[in-house]
């Protein structure tokens, strides 16, 4: 159940969300209407996005549009290991964070599809009483990690409000030609 003075924490796994909408959508998503979303109108305590910064810092302008939008953003750096493989998540820190916050929110809101969070929706919602609320794709969000939480916002199903389209990706137009006899 859903009202107006209920106090919400969204965390946002944005690596998750980011490569899911770009592998389903090839679009990228649009983190101030997922806030709306997931807010529903209801008090928010924090907003927070969790990212990957790489060496060339690429995502700098970025993080500060997220932080424009109203969340707090969380960076650590990509971590290269020494056969070249790449790694950056934030699975322990939201999870950290989502327990401290807990204290202070009735509702939890995670955004992201990751199934590793099944243990923390459980944890929340036995051990602290917050309701825990998930956001994501659901083509590519695990099916026990929605059937965990107690209620779900799929972003597929408003692609106009939750996606926006990548810069310099042009629509593919189909030309009439008409054959003309001269």
């Not at 919400?8 to 101030?32: E, H, M, P, W």
């Not at 970025?62 to 056969?83: H, I, R, S, W």
């Not at 990751?114 to 009483?129: A, E, N, R």
Request: glycine share 8%; aromatic share 8%; net charge positive.
């Amino acid at each position: 159940m859903k009202h107006k003075d209920q106090r919400v924490c969204v965390l946002v796994d944005i690596q998750n969300l980011y490569y899911s909408a770009r592998v389903l959508y090839n679009k990228k998503v649009n983190f101030k209407n997922l806030l709306e979303g997931a807010l529903e109108g209801r008090k928010l305590i924090r907003a927070i996005g969790y990212g990957i910064a790489t060496e060339e810092a690429h995502e700098d302008a970025f993080f500060d549009a997220l932080e424009n939008a109203g969340y707090e953003v969380k960076t650590k750096d990509l971590q290269v290991f020494t056969g070249g493989q790449k790694k950056g998540d934030w699975d322990v820190g939201v999870t950290v964070d989502a327990i401290k916050l807990a204290a202070k929110a009735d509702v939890i809101v995670i955004a992201s599809g990751d199934g590793d969070y099944i243990p923390l929706v459980q944890y929340l919602q036995t051990t602290t009483g917050c309701r825990v609320e998930g956001v994501a794709f659901a083509e590519s969000t695990s099916t026990r990690l929605i059937e965990t939480v107690d209620d779900f916002l799929n972003l597929s199903d408003d692609k106009k409000k939750y996606l926006i389209a990548q810069r310099g990706v042009k629509k593919q137009v189909k030309k009439r030609t008409t054959n003309r006899r001269k």
